[in-house]
């Protein structure tokens, strides 16, 4: 088991993290999203397009009336990788309690 090299910057982990607490096919809107992460809208397109290329998310684009929205959400693929980031973190973290309890 090791670190998803992806998912490992922080911005992209808190991406995947927001992601992974909805409901399969249930996605987010750019805006709620940038303001839940915290990120400006080039640092959240760029991380974005990353997830997308690993194929961790979907983007979709489409326009309401005249107005472009963009919906993102994660991918069974991105989704099977958090949780393998995330047990990667876990392990990691129980191995360095055993040593904290020896100092």
């Not at 326009?63 to 991918?75: D, H, K, L, M, W």
């Not at 693929?77 to 392990?91: E, Q």
């Amino acid at each position: 088991m090791s670190a998803d090299d992806i998912i490992h910057q922080s911005t992209r982990l808190r991406i995947m993290a927001v992601l992974n607490t909805l409901e399969r096919r249930e996605a987010l809107e750019f805006p709620r999203l940038k303001t839940m992460i915290e990120a400006t809208n080039g640092n959240l397109g760029a991380h974005l397009d990353t997830l997308a290329r690993a194929g961790y998310v979907d983007i979709e684009k489409l326009f309401v009336g005249r107005r472009p929205r963009t919906r993102i959400s994660a991918t069974t693929a991105g989704r099977r990788a958090f949780r393998g980031h995330i047990a990667f973190l876990r392990k990691l973290i129980d191995g360095a309690e055993p040593a904290r309890r020896r100092k």
